[in-house]
């Protein structure tokens, strides 16, 4: 009881700090927790996301991090046993509401995942699937524009403008995380969840990805799962510290990467672990 | 404070640490030899301050080179971070420290010839044992850590500089009254300036160390009492 | 650089500790000795599949031929037609004597005469070289046109199995003549006809097209050819759709508890119930409770879809279970709805392994027998269905009842059967390879 009136008191002065700063909440959660069948995984989540904000997520394999981040588009609700308490909102409202549709849901709040995962189709099916089946493209020459922009947000037009028709899953692994983000983007969401982009590319391509998602803060709200500090340190304003289930520390990143208020975010992000 | 998971990266702070430790040390021998040296006076003393200060300057060298292998290699975090950026910059003011009291040393055999009086030496030796304490304080608080004994030891800076102005005066007082000792006292007043500077460089020094241990900056104010800019009465 | 000796560069190879003994020799002979066994056990295999070929083969490929004799039958009126009645009695061309006629034109072609009272001994014997097809072959020809009574055309009529056996060398004529159903006299005709190239043998139609029939040389698998075809037809559009559907609704929408595992279990259990139980199962149901005829194909359909099912449903949840989860969260990640996922992602990187399995599935069931032997489906059907409620056979049924027959011509038919049946399983199996060629998508 007390940690918990603890935590909550947290999100109160947090909030006082976005508000003076002017900054929009996009996404809140409150005591979020969530049950895989009887285990536990995750244990009263307090955290604000920020409007045009990149927000990043971290600690050790298994402490939750991934759980929240998928609880935030409900890619948990696909999980049999998975069982989400507490509340998130999205612009206010509650997203686990009975109002709220899942899939009008995940349109706004798309997902970039850890593997890149794109459909066996073309380049251009890829990207314009999402538009296609949301109805967002009323003629072929709508769609063109859609998919050529989404690909240019996404700095990959210029690499593959002359095979638009060739399958999405030639291109080489940086290009492909790319497109699936360029894919996501299509769809005009509010908010991007990225499940760890880049553990699967290479350097180059990290910081490409990197570099596109500095851009993308611009118009989208990011939330980004990464197990490298340093691109958290990099590409983050904001830095979410979870452990064994718990938020430990949320804070500007400056702050979380040179002097973090909590012991284990000390000792996580210096590698005195374990 | 555990240890990190990769040992050897606690090799390479621990050899950064000693060899901050190492410079505080000769830092705190060479003010010392130098203020020996101008009191007593001993010129051989005094050429022994000016060959180590070649000594410190190979050790801030090795010890740049150390910090910067282990950014490159180890991409410290947080407190990692911090103290090794805290000892590249302590080394930096050791090293002046170092430069300083060579250049009091350098002065022995130009103060040497006029004979001082007394009263002066005293006031300078008594300047020359606050700013060792501070020396001598900086790496006790910091091997303590503890952030409050630094802030203490910044503040107490403060007596230096009272203590300076003071020196100051009785060495224009004593230009005043003859001619002929204007030489030896402005070589005097240099040395009186150099060891205030070196308490200046441990007030850094602490700062730095206090940044290392809390993470936060100490607020740029702080009490400034030297009034040699202020005019003189005529005494 | 380049003139310094490589020899004297001046580094030093490092030195090689003492070799240890870590059994590489007895690992490497393990090896060989374990492939060994497994070239073994695969010259076993393929020795019996070629023994097995070669068996049904060798016995069967002469039934793709048959043994015709070319005839100069004249359709006298006399004969068909003696009261002069065929205008007013239908019946008259459908019952007259028509191997009579293909007796005369044999006994004309050799050379005997039909009306000399000392030949009936042998004309019985001419009679014995024709088969009684030709009634049926002749009466057709009339019927379809009544005009050609009176001519005289040129037919090739079968020659009776008896004879076909002989010609093809497969009765031994060294035997007394009195222990053979070919004569000495049938033996000179028959050397006769073929010297002069009316006797030959002929590409065995009616394999294809005949339907049952008591003497060999009229026997064919037309029937069981259409009833085999009705029954695929019936277990791809019946266990296909249902299958897929049942496999689409535990795979990816059943919430995962201990009923869908109960089901599971039970699936997998279905699919090793011995085939002869869902011939009961088909026979009580299907013809006893819902009246449905017997013998019929659309009922062996029935029993083959339940039986096929299994098969495919586990075929199925198992391509779909190999589709990588990430293209199920790709496409749900950008707000597809679990069906769409589905049937846009999913089922297209699926089908592959759903066509093999389904395919599998109708060869398993087109090679099934038991079943079909309950539900009354190895009746002697003469006629083609012409719907799938009417009697039919199967072809594996087909064979069953031939190889029960004794007639010399009758075992080779059984192993043209075979082959024929092996052909057409070997065709689907090749379907099988080439869809699935076609359609794997990389991902």
Avoid at chain 1, 42 to 62: E, M
Avoid at chain 3, 306 to 333: D, E, F, H, Q
Avoid at chain 3, 386 to 395: E, F, I, S, V
Wanted: glycine share 8%; hydrophobic share 45%; proline share 4%.
């Amino acid at each position: 009881m007390n940690v918990m009136s603890e935590t909550t008191l947290e999100n109160a002065v947090n909030e006082k700090v976005a508000a003076a700063a002017n900054e929009r909440i996009k996404m809140r959660g409150e005591k979020v927790g969530v049950f895989y069948g009887d285990k536990q995984a995750l244990f009263d989540v307090d955290l604000l996301v920020r409007q045009n904000q990149v927000t990043a997520l971290i600690g050790p394999s298994g402490c939750g991090k991934s759980t929240f981040l998928r609880c935030l588009n409900r890619m948990n609700d696909t999980i049999d046993n998975a069982r989400v308490v507490g509340k998130i909102t999205l612009d206010g409202e509650d997203i686990y509401d009975r109002d709220i549709d899942v899939v009008e849901l995940r349109s706004r709040v798309g997902m970039v995942f850890q593997k890149p995962n794109p459909f066996p189709k073309s380049i251009y099916d890829n990207i314009a699937y999402g538009p296609r089946i949301h109805g967002l493209a009323r003629s072929k020459a709508d769609m063109d524009a859609v998919v050529e922009s989404s690909l240019k947000r996404a700095g990959l037009f210029n690499e593959v403008k002359d095979r638009l028709n060739e399958p999405g899953t030639g291109l080489s692994g940086g290009q492909q995380q790319r497109l699936c983000i360029a894919r996501a983007i299509a769809v005009s969401p509010e908010v991007i969840l990225m499940d760890e982009p880049c553990s699967a590319l290479d350097p180059i391509a990290t910081a490409r990805v990197e570099e596109l998602i500095d851009e993308l803060r611009e118009n989208y709200t990011i939330v980004i799962v990464t197990h490298s500090m340093q691109q958290a340190a990099r590409v983050s304003q904001r830095t979410a510290m979870f452990h064994l289930g718990n938020l430990v520390e949320e804070g500007p990143t400056e702050k979380m990467f040179t002097n973090p208020d909590d012991k284990r975010t000390q000792d996580y992000i210096t590698g005195r672990f374990g | 404070m555990g240890a990190h998971t990769v040992t050897a990266f606690d090799e390479d702070l621990q050899e950064i640490e000693g060899l901050v430790r190492d410079m505080v040390s000769l830092a705190r021998s060479m003010v010392d030899e130098a203020t020996q040296s101008l009191i007593v006076p001993d010129s051989a003393l005094a050429q022994r301050v000016v060959s180590e200060d070649a000594v410190m300057d190979s050790l801030q060298r090795r010890l740049d080179d150390r910090a910067i292998t282990l950014i490159g290699k180890r991409q410290p975090m947080a407190q990692d971070l911090r103290a090794i950026v805290g000892a590249i910059r302590m080394a930096g003011d050791l090293e002046r420290i170092g430069d300083l009291a060579k250049n009091i040393a350098k002065r022995v055999d130009a103060v040497g010839q006029s004979t001082m009086p007394r009263e002066l030496a005293r006031s300078i030796e008594d300047m020359a044992e606050l700013v060792l304490e501070q020396v001598q304080g900086v790496i006790e608080e910091y091997s303590a850590r503890s952030p409050e004994g630094l802030v203490r030891l910044r503040d107490e800076d403060e007596l230096i500089d009272v203590r300076y102005t003071s020196v100051f005066r009785e060495l224009l007082t004593y230009m005043m009254e003859d001619a002929r000792n204007i030489t030896a006292c402005t070589h005097l007043l240099f040395c009186a300036k150099n060891l205030e500077r070196i308490g200046d460089h441990v007030t850094n020094i602490a700062e730095n160390a206090y940044y290392v241990l809390t993470g936060e900056q100490l607020p740029v104010h702080r009490p400034k009492q030297d009034e040699t800019g202020v005019p003189v009465p005529a005494a | 650089m380049t003139d310094i000796p490589f020899d004297q560069a001046g580094a030093v190879d490092a030195v090689a500790p003492p070799r240890r003994d870590i059994g590489i020799q007895r690992r490497y002979r393990a090896e060989r000795r374990f492939r060994l066994y497994g070239l073994i056990a695969i010259g076993i295999g393929i020795f019996f599949l070629a023994a097995l070929l070669f068996t049904v083969v060798r016995g069967g490929y002469t039934a793709f031929w048959q043994t015709s004799i070319n005839l100069a039958v004249s359709f006298d009126p006399d004969v068909i037609d003696a009261d002069g009645k065929r205008d007013s009695d239908p019946n008259v061309l459908a019952t007259a004597n028509y191997p009579l006629l293909a007796r005369n034109a044999l006994a004309t072609k050799l050379g005997i005469d039909v009306d000399a009272e000392g030949n009936r001994a042998e004309l019985r014997l001419l009679s014995g070289m024709i088969s009684q097809g030709v009634r049926t072959q002749l009466r057709d020809m009339v019927l379809a046109d009544p005009s050609i009574i009176g001519t005289t055309q040129n037919v090739w009529v079968l020659a009776a199995a008896d004879v076909d056996s002989a010609h093809k060398g497969q009765i031994d004529l060294s035997v007394p003549e009195s222990r053979r159903k070919v004569k000495d006299k049938q033996v000179g005709w028959m050397k006769t006809l073929t010297a002069d190239g009316t006797m030959i043998e002929r590409f065995n139609r009616g394999l294809f097209t005949f339907g049952a029939s008591s003497r060999p040389e009229t026997a064919g698998m037309g029937v069981a050819l259409i009833g085999s075809l009705y029954m695929m037809l019936i277990v791809l559009v019946l266990a296909l759709p249902i299958g897929v559907a049942a496999s689409i609704y535990l795979e990816e929408f059943a919430p995962k508890n201990r009923w869908t595992d109960l089901i599971e279990v039970n699936i997998n259990n279905l699919a090793a119930v011995p085939s002869i139980v869902f011939g009961l199962l088909g026979l009580a149901v299907f013809v006893n409770f819902a009246g449905l005829p017997r013998s019929a194909s659309l009922v062996g359909g029935l029993v083959l879809t339940l039986m096929t099912l299994p098969t495919i449903i586990i075929a199925t949840r198992a391509a779909l279970k190999a589709v990588p989860p990430s293209i199920r969260s790709g496409a749900l990640g950008i707000g597809a709805s679990r069906m769409q996922t589905v049937f846009h992602h999913v089922l297209p990187l699926a089908a592959p392994g759903i066509l093999t399995g389904t395919i599998i599935g109708l060869a398993q069931a087109l090679g099934e027998t038991a079943p079909l032997l309950l539900i009354g489906m190895v009746a002697f059907v003469a006629d083609y269905p012409a719907t799938p409620l009417d009697p039919a056979t199967a072809l594996p049924v087909q064979i069953y009842m031939w190889a029960n027959e004794a007639e010399r011509a009758f075992v080779e038919r059984t192993s043209g059967a075979i082959i024929i049946l092996l052909l057409f399983l070997a065709a689907m199996n090749l379907a099988a390879i080439l869809l699935r060629r076609r359609f794997e998508r990389r991902w």
